[in-house]
């Protein structure tokens, strides 16, 4: 399997030399400004590095941020490479800006949206949230975004409808073959979906999101592993029947279809009660739902956990 069990990881491992981010602050403002000259008005915020007055959100935590360069330099982005340093460094392979998503399936009013809609549907919130990978380590991400569910009343959902699916964009002239079933895909429960803690997300640190991190728009729910925030998304589908992910298909005994952070239910290979919060030294111990159980828990009462993974 391609998802690595966990291992210590040390700050070391993270911390690039300042020669390398000098070097990636002076390319990015630079290709950021060549793009901001290059696009009309309507597309500015796609080049622009902040993404003006954000509202604070009372779901965020207090806990101390990650730092923006482990967010943005220890990534899980294998249409970008399989490393952890890869998506940072293959960032060329990946063009944000135009974008749009196309919203489909069972609703009623199917649309596509530019990232100017979406950033309109409602106000852009920094929500810090504290993210869990199935491999083992954590962080605090000071994302912002909208919530999922302002994006899903425009599309007015049939009432057939169940689940929603994510596909992820993919080029195979530019991006990696083989890994996984591109594209890459997520899915949620409706009522998942609609949940307040379920954002789009189009920045992090209050700038346009880093392409290593999914730009323009990724998915983020805090109370699952990591890996249900598809990326660099294109299209958001309204289905009935439980869609199938690139995790399940990639590893069915492994990857379940819910995905919650789950101290009590090991992963086949390693156990899920601890994890490492990137730049400290000793592990935590992994909270329910990832210590969003307050606002989610309901969602699952009555389901045999082991069984729905
Ligand atoms: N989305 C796409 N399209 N491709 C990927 O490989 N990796 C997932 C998820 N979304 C992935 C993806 C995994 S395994 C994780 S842990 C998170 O993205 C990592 O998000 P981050 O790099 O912003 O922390």
């Not at 998506?87 to 100017?116: M, Y």
């Not at 997520?186 to 803690?197: K, M």
């Not at 279809?257 to 090991?266: H, L, M, T």
């Amino acid at each position: 399997m391609l998802i690595r069990p966990p291992s210590d990881i040390l700050p070391s491992e993270i911390t690039a030399p300042d020669i390398y981010r000098e070097r990636r602050r002076f390319i990015a403002q630079a290709g950021s400004l060549a793009l901001a000259a290059a696009l009309p008005a309507s597309h500015a915020h796609a080049a622009t590095g902040s993404l003006g007055p954000l509202a604070a959100s009372p779901l965020s935590t207090a806990e101390e941020r990650t730092s923006r360069k482990a967010i943005t330099t220890y990534n899980n982005f294998y249409e970008l490479g399989t490393d952890k340093s890869d998506p940072a460094e293959n960032t060329h392979r990946l063009k944000p800006a135009p974008w749009s998503v196309r919203v489909e399936g069972l609703v009623n009013k199917p649309r596509t949206f530019g990232i100017d809609e979406l950033l309109k549907l409602a106000p852009l919130e920094e929500r810090i949230y504290r993210m869990r990978c199935v491999e083992g380590w954590s962080m605090v991400i000071p994302w912002v975004g909208i919530p999922l569910a302002s994006l899903l009343r425009q599309v007015d959902p049939q009432g057939s409808a169940k689940y929603v699916e994510f596909v992820s964009h993919y080029d195979k002239a530019t991006m990696t073959r083989g890994v996984l079933d591109w594209p890459y895909t997520e899915g949620l429960r409706l009522d998942e979906a609609r949940n307040p803690l379920t954002i789009l997300a189009v920045g992090l640190y209050g700038e346009v999101l880093p392409v290593q991190n999914g730009a323009p728009v990724r998915l983020v729910v805090p109370w699952k592993y990591g890996f249900k925030g598809a990326k660099s998304i294109v299209a958001i589908r309204l289905v009935e029947k439980q869609p199938i992910t690139a995790w399940m298909k990639a590893g069915p005994s492994e990857y379940g279809f819910y995905s919650n952070v789950n101290p009590e239910v090991d992963h086949p290979r390693w156990s899920q009660a601890t994890e490492r919060r990137i730049g400290e030294f000793s592990k935590r111990k992994t909270l329910m739902y990832n210590g969003y159980a307050e606002q989610v828990a309901s969602l699952y009462s009555g389901m045999d956990l082991r069984r729905f993974f």
